[in-house]
């Protein structure tokens, strides 16, 4: 593995986890058009102000709870477990990811 492939997969998961803020912050703050590009797309949100609202915050509330989360858990992981293997490099990767569909389960849920 090249120095580039290591630096890339070392900081891939904190800009995973920066993006998960970056859309959930306007989520929670309310500040989504229904329709828009950000935002929980279903029949119901997009047919009622109230549940896009709703389904929204709580989606974008959860997003920068677990982005925040995200970023510190990888921190965990790159400081007190050490990048020696390819798996170890990797696998940091996984946890905005997973954290990101979490954020999307609890939004689905209010919608």
């Not at 800009?15 to 935002?39: D, H």
């Not at 119901?44 to 510190?72: C, E, K």
Request: glycine share 10%; aromatic share 10%; proline share 6%.
């Amino acid at each position: 593995m090249t120095p580039l492939e290591r630096q890339l997969l070392r900081f891939m998961p904190y800009g995973l986890s920066l993006l998960c803020l970056a859309m959930g912050l306007p989520m929670a703050l309310s500040m989504t058009e229904p329709g828009g590009f950000l935002g929980v797309h279903t029949d119901r949100t997009l047919a009622d102000p109230v549940a896009w609202n709703t389904a929204n915050m709580a989606g974008g509330v959860a997003m920068v709870i677990l982005g925040t989360a995200s970023a510190i858990t990888v921190y965990g992981l790159h400081r007190f477990w050490g990048m020696d293997s390819k798996l170890k490099l990797v696998l940091p990767v996984f946890v905005p990811v997973l954290f990101t569909l979490w954020s999307a389960a609890i939004a689905l849920k209010y919608a």
